[in-house]
T-cell receptor, first 117, second 112 residues
Framework: DTGVSQDPRHKITKRGQNVTFRCDPI?????LYWYRQTLGQGPEFLTY????????KSRLLSDRFSAERPKGSFSTLEIQRTEQGDSAMYLC???????????????FGPGTRLTVT | KQEVTQIPAALSVPEGENLVLNCSFT??????LQWFRQDPGKGLTSLLL?????REQTSGRLNASLDKSSGRSTLYIAASQPGDSATYLC???????????FGAGTRLTVKP
């Protein structure tokens, strides 16, 4: 396994269009996270899954955003009716959460850069 | 609410110099702290993870320390090289939720 992959790497869309991003985590990892990063800032947490269950969502995740992780493998993040403020890098990460939470490490994908025109 | 701050925001050093990057956080209730490297337009690469019970971790020319009680961590880079040029981010994993909090990063430039 070569790590976390994301597709597409870049997406340019017009305001009002819907977009969907895909993330494939490291195969044995049970946790999957989505983050958003704007220029000059650190990533901001959006949501995470434990297997197929979405357990936590940030207040940043408006009702235009939806994420799924069917069968606990890959995940998709959809943004409906995109706005210019949605332009950012969307990062996916995965981790293997065992009994000791202090040792779990998040591994990040290369990100999808979204530009809304 | 956990706040993570990194100082300085940018740093430029000549090749070969030793340097220290700083990270501070406001809530000591954490599982661990991670340091990441990010190249322009790329994802994050994990460098070091320090568990809440640990004081430091080392990997090659990198050494990270953690003082949980004072809410501080440092990343020490020895004998810097131009290939070390990147943005370095620290992040804390809080005890009470899974909302990993990142600093804004320190942009490091190592001049040949």
């Amino acid at each position: 396994d070569t790590g976390v992959s994301q597709d597409p790497r870049h997406k340019i869309t017009k305001r009002g269009q819907n977009v969907t991003f895909r993330c494939d985590p490291i195969s044995e990892h049970n946790r999957l996270y989505w983050y958003r990063q704007t220029l000059g800032q650190g990533p901001e947490f959006l949501t995470y899954f434990q297997n197929e269950a979405q357990l936590e969502k940030s207040r940043l995740l408006s009702d235009r955003f939806s994420a799924e992780r069917p069968k606990g493998s890959f995940s998709t993040l959809e943004i409906q009716r995109t706005e210019q403020g949605d332009s950012a890098m969307y990062l996916c990460a995965s981790s293997l959460r065992g009994r000791d939470p202090t040792i779990y490490e998040q591994y990040f994908g290369p990100g999808t850069r979204l530009t809304v025109t | 609410k956990q706040e993570v701050t990194q100082i300085p925001a940018a740093l430029s050093v000549p090749e070969g110099e030793n340097l220290v990057l700083n990270c501070s956080f406001t809530d000591s209730a954490i599982y661990n702290l991670q340091w990441f490297r990010q190249d322009p337009g790329k994802g994050l690469t994990s460098l070091l993870l320090i568990q809440s019970s640990q004081r430091e971790q080392t990997s090659g020319r990198l050494n990270a320390s953690l003082d949980k009680s004072s809410g501080r961590s440092t990343l020490y880079i020895a004998a810097s090289q131009p290939g070390d040029s990147a943005t370095y981010l620290c992040a804390v994993a809080p005890l009470y939720n899974n909302d990993m909090r990142f600093g804004a990063g320190t942009r490091l430039t190592v001049k040949p």
